[in-house]
């Protein structure tokens, strides 16, 4: 039995007409690719159901979902299944010959990556889809997760790309067919947000949105996060386990340190350059290794600016279940720190148009790693306040308004022992702000001279004869 074609198919219409230019040409071989909750499935069941192709193949379509299948056994005998065949022990000679002898046949195999990743698996996994194009009567079409065709199948070219989030009028068309169009733009566009424009993660909250609204959508998402959208059993109804699915794959546990990186970006909506991934010196050797596997599972994609980045649904689920460790963030705090600090330095020089760029690119990701040190008694609390100090600085300079940070120095200053960090704080603070806007501002300034006659620093001195 066929799947039905899908309700709602928005925003894939450019694929599907890309898809369909392939069957012009003899033996297509086409591969679906994307990451987990991108449309894969729905975009190969409406090829499936297509006019020009139902004319074509009439009852010689079959859709094989591959999701229990973890061998070329398993396979074959899903395959044999569909095709009417009793069922055996290998059903290999007898699938490819029933093919072979029967009339042309469209064979869709959606979520074949189960029986593809396993390394012990993948030969005889690639050998029989090799088996199965020798076929000149079959049709071949696959979906799978990540960015990786299997070997051993010339694929028509040119090559489909991995699917991408939906443009957002189509996220829009999706999300007013399930919730209907008596929700405020302005808050439809505040929950589609929070799926970056995912397919699944859309559907999700749609369905969520038509029985709450979006005010108590948003509002849940303060508390619960993924958990709104992850309240079904399997991958098309349940956002948190179509993510653990990616991240238990072969690929990704073959290259355990992936995780790490990708906690990491949980925190990192401007995501990282490799540049960043080298000098921030990780405590990773293979780190080149680990943003590779990311790509190709695509739990990370580049952007493009080729920075590494997580989508919305994947960062806000390890940020809440997998969040990064301090040996993860330290090394880039660190290197921020740095960044900052010689920006300083070279003000006004020539050199200084570099590190505004690199800076302005890490310019959300930065107080995010400085807020993981804001904490009393954290090691690095002094050299977070130093480093908000500095961040506020630049903030000035480049005419941008207050940082999220400062209301949660002023509350720490009591719990550091750093006179000079304290006083570089609340300096550039006044100087950045004015008094107005700063509590208990009179008490702020009589304690920063304090602080300043034990910090012996005549540059900061000089400073606070113009801000405080």
């Known amino acids: 039995m066929l799947p039905a074609e899908p309700k709602i198919f928005h925003g894939r219409e450019s694929e599907l007409a890309d898809i369909l230019k392939h069957f012009e040409q003899s033996n297509p071989r086409i591969a679906i690719l994307g990451a987990g909750g991108m449309g894969k499935t729905s975009l190969a069941q409406a090829v499936l159901h297509h006019e020009e192709i139902v004319i074509k193949y009439q009852g010689n379509r079959l859709f094989v979902a591959c999701d229990t299948a973890a061998s070329k056994v398993e396979l074959a005998g899903l395959i044999g299944a569909h095709l009417g065949m009793k069922p055996g022990q290998d059903l290999t000679r007898a699938v490819l010959h029933h093919l072979s002898e029967g009339p042309t046949t469209l064979l869709i195999l959606d979520n074949l990556e189960t029986a593809w ?72 566009d505040q929950v589609l947000s929070l799926t970056d424009n995912m397919p699944l993660s859309i559907n999700l909250l749609a369905h969520a949105v038509d029985v709450e609204g979006c005010t108590a959508i948003l509002s849940r998402w ?11 059993y399997d991958r098309k109804s349940n956002v948190e386990s179509s993510i653990l699915l990616s991240l238990e794959s072969p690929r990704i546990m073959s290259t355990p340190h992936s995780q790490e990186l990708l906690s990491l970006l949980s925190i990192l909506p401007d995501g990282l350059s490799d540049v960043e991934l080298k000098q921030s010196k990780f405590a990773i050797q293979d780190i080149l290794d680990c943003k590779r596997a990311l790509l190709r599972t695509a739990l990370a994609y580049l952007d493009d600016h080729k920075r590494l980045k997580a989508l919305v649904p994947i960062r806000e689920y390890m940020a809440k279940f997998r969040p990064p460790t301090d040996e993860m963030i330290g090394p880039l705090f660190k290197h921020f720190q740095e960044l900052l ?21 890490n310019y959300t990701n930065i107080p995010n790693i400085i807020q993981n040190g804001l904490y009393p008694g954290h090691p690095d609390l002094a050299d977070s306040i130093s480093c908000t100090s500095h961040f506020i600085q630049f903030n000035a300079d480049i005419g941008k308004g207050t940082i999220p940070l400062v209301d949660k120095v002023i509350t720490l200053l009591p719990h550091s022992e750093d006179h000079r960090a304290k006083a570089s704080f609340t300096v550039r603070l006044f100087g950045s702000h004015g008094s107005h806007s700063i509590p208990h501002s009179e008490a702020l300034i009589a304690q920063t001279f304090e602080w300043l ?16």
Not at 222 to 232: A, N
Not at 453 to 468: A, I, R
């Open 453 to 468: 006659k034990t910090s012996d620093d005549p540059d900061l001195e000089g400073m606070s004869t113009f801000s405080v």
């Open 117 to 188: 990743e396993p390394v012990e698996s993948r030969k005889e996994v690639e050998e029989f889809l090799s088996l199965l194009t020798d076929i000149i009567s079959l049709v071949l079409m696959i979906t799978m997760r990540g960015a990786e065709r299997p070997s051993k199948v010339q694929w028509t070219r040119p090559f489909l790309p991995p699917l991408e989030p939906l443009a957002q009028e189509a996220a829009r068309k999706v999300f007013i067919d399930i919730a209907e169009d008596r929700h405020p733009m302005a808050e439809i």
């Open 341 to 361: 600090q010689v920006y300083r330095v070279d003000l006004g020089k020539q050199s200084s148009a570099l590190y505004v760029e690199r800076l302005n690119s």
């Open 222 to 232: 303060q508390r619960e996060r993924t958990s709104v959208i992850s309240e079904g």
